[in-house]
């Protein structure tokens, strides 16, 4: 699959001049190999201005770049005076830096897209399908894409591309708002700020990857931009989770105020055996803020199931299932979505009655 020029302009990617020269080279590599698929590139003379790379099932990701190359196109020239220069191959193609916005097009064993528009200079997403969680088929994507865009959507996807990188700040009690898709908001609150707890002291299981924030996302889904701290502060939220900093730090996330966080707040549970190789013989239990830990001794050695370690860039939730649970009124819905997924190992998954009844006999 190769878009074309005018398709390109409804997702954001740089346009191929008429004066670049398109090459193929093969697609094989230690990550993936497609004999029948071939890696597109697009040169400017000797500059590597475009690649598309081909994914299985007929997907493909496609990228804007600034390599130079020497030695008749058969090497990527070193980008520093330190540096040498590489064969040109996929393998040395995929490690170095593409620039703006991309498309990834990938398509899912069942025929769905799962599709991606991000900028890799500014880390942010401008559209996910796992974000919007409804999925399409991949040969009615592009089509149904482009006849819903509005002018105004390409306005924004025009500023999107001409964003610079942020770093922004971030703290407990702080109120953000996102875009699900094209036309609609969540919102959501930081509960917890894990690093700065255990640089502050704090005590905490810290088996979490990356700089951790718990957060919490509301029953909302709207196409209002502009709801108020008051209006969220009467909602439900879907359970909390940890996820990465980068969609707040990035500023994907914007933080619209802040306000102190009640007495009590629904965290993650963690509860499991100590994963640390200087100290295994000890059972942990972790919720948000309470961190507790008991000998391996006399107790029954507990099962990973309930680790709940798993983290990401991305959030658990989709719109999909915000909406699910505003129309139950409950998070049953979430857990039912979740319960062949991480969040399957969260003891408040009212499936775990029991067991969590019994650790916080253990602990409680």
Request: charge should be negative; proline fraction near 4%; aromatic fraction near 12%.
């Amino acid at each position: 699959m190769e878009l074309t020029n005018e398709q390109r302009k409804y997702f954001g990617i740089e346009l191929v001049d008429p004066s670049w020269e398109r090459v193929e080279i093969p697609t094989n590599s230690r990550y993936i190999e497609l004999p029948d698929r071939p890696t597109v590139l697009f040169f400017e003379g000797d500059v590597i201005r475009k690649v598309i790379w081909p994914h299985e099932n007929g997907g493909f990701t496609e990228t804007s770049e600034k390599l130079k190359t020497q030695d008749n196109r058969s090497m990527i020239a070193p980008i520093s005076l330190r540096g040498k220069a590489k064969r040109l191959n996929v393998s040395n193609l995929s490690a170095c830096k593409s620039y703006g916005t991309y498309l990834d097009f990938s398509i899912k064993d069942d025929g769905y897209a799962k599709v991606r528009i991000g900028n890799y200079d500014t880390q942010k997403t401008y559209y996910s399908t796992s974000r919007c969680g409804t999925l399409i088929k991949a040969d009615e994507f592009i089509e149904k894409w482009i006849s819903e865009t509005t002018e105004r959507d390409l306005a924004d996807l025009e500023v999107f591309n001409s964003e610079k990188r942020k770093h922004c700040k971030y703290k407990e009690g702080d109120f953000f708002r996102f875009k699900y898709d094209r036309r609609h908001y969540g919102y959501g609150r930081i509960l917890m700020d894990v690093q700065k707890w255990i640089k502050d002291g704090g005590e905490f299981w810290d088996i979490l990857m990356g700089k951790a924030l718990c957060v919490s996302i509301y029953h909302v889904v709207t196409d209002n931009p502009d709801m108020t701290i008051g209006e969220l502060d009467k909602l439900s939220s879907c359970p909390s989770e940890y996820i990465m900093d980068n969609l707040l730090y990035y500023g994907d996330f914007e933080i619209i105020g802040n306000k102190p966080l009640p007495v009590n707040i629904d965290y993650p549970i963690m509860y499991g055996r100590s994963i640390s190789f200087l100290d295994r013989d000890k059972i942990c239990l972790c919720i948000g803020k309470m961190y507790k830990e008991l000998p391996l001794e006399g107790h029954v050695n507990p099962k990973d199931t309930y680790m709940n370690n798993g983290i990401g860039f991305e959030l658990d939730v989709n719109m999909e299932i915000v909406n699910a649970c505003i129309e139950a009124g409950s998070n049953a819905p979430y857990w039912e979505y979740n319960s062949a997924f991480k969040y399957k190992r969260d003891l408040r998954n009212p499936a775990y009655k029991m067991e969590y009844e019994e650790v916080k006999k253990l602990f409680l």
